[in-house]
């Protein structure tokens, strides 16, 4: 009997050690699937986190860039200009730093060109620039960066020799070079239009004295073949005085002052003489009375 309840309580304890082992084994299975659930949503959180931050990047790239943004374009000043430099080769030059605009290039004066074309030059040269980059921060860093550096970056390259004078011309506007060469143009044409007017003036005074002129000889020689007596006129201009005129005229008339000098000083003596005479006389007369 004893046997008996022994191996029945060795298969209960059997058994129940089995269905702790299967609960074991669920337990790990459980826990298993848990960490994989946690692990697949790290794993989910890191790639939003990695899509949030491309977007990001996106974003600021695209807060940076010209095309998602609204670029404010500068302008700098360039106050010398090369001989043979044309705005093409300006451009070319520029370009690399970053997008240009507009390019405009100061020729030189109408006097300079005449006295080129006389010496046989034909070639029209400038002598100071305007340069708009598509965005003002470009503008900036060229302007800060290339002054007073040589134009080539090579040695034996074309405008090697000279240096960039660039200057950033902060809050200026295109608009403000349009209106300064329009009120420029205004000024020259009011400028020749006043030296025609006076030119005309001058012809028309001309040609009425050579028409009073041709009037007066006919009434002259009508005159004269009337026997009438014909009083020629006689033009008299005083001509300036030359400096040895000038130089003779003070020394005559330091020379009349030294003479009323001299008379004056001769009649202080007669009358002191004078005096002393009269003196004598009255004293004379005193001791006599």
């Not at 022994?6 to 299975?29: F, H, P, V």
């Not at 390259?157 to 403000?176: E, G, P, V």
């Not at 130089?247 to 202080?268: E, F, G, P, Y």
Request: hydrophobic share 25%; aromatic share 6%.
């Amino acid at each position: 009997m004893e046997e008996r309840t022994n191996t029945r309580q060795r298969q209960e304890d059997e058994e129940e050690d089995g269905a702790a082992a299967g609960r074991g084994g669920d337990d790990e299975d459980d826990e298993d699937s848990c960490v994989d659930e946690e692990q697949k949503d790290d794993d989910d959180d890191g790639e939003t986190a990695a899509e949030m931050k491309k977007k990001t990047k996106q974003k600021g790239v695209g807060g940076t860039s010209c095309p998602d943004r609204k670029c404010i374009p500068g302008i700098v000043y360039l106050g010398h200009i090369p001989p043979r430099m044309r705005p093409k080769h300006l451009r070319n030059l520029l370009s690399v730093y970053g997008e240009i605009g507009r390019v405009f290039l100061q020729p030189e004066a109408g006097q300079v060109r005449k006295r080129k074309r006389k010496a046989g030059l034909r070639r029209c040269d400038f002598t100071e620039g305007w340069v708009e980059f598509r965005d003002k921060r470009v503008a900036k860093r060229v302007a800060s960066s290339l002054h007073n550096t040589p134009m080539g970056t090579r040695k034996r390259q074309r405008f090697s020799s000279d240096l960039w004078s660039i200057k950033y011309l902060h809050r200026f506007q295109w608009t403000h070079l349009s209106e300064r060469l329009a009120y420029e143009q205004t000024v020259l044409q009011q400028r020749l239009r006043t030296e025609v007017s006076q030119a005309k003036k001058e012809t028309n005074f001309y040609l009425n004295n050579v028409d009073k002129s041709a009037n007066l000889d006919k009434l002259r020689r009508k005159r004269q073949r009337d026997g009438q007596q014909v009083d020629e006129r006689k033009w008299d201009f005083t001509q300036r005085q030359t400096e040895d005129e000038i130089q003779m005229r003070k020394k005559k008339k330091n020379s009349v002052t030294q003479k009323h000098l001299d008379k004056a000083h001769l009649i202080q003596q007669k009358s002191q003489s004078n005096v002393s005479l009269l003196a004598k006389i009255f004293n004379s007369n005193k001791s006599d009375s």
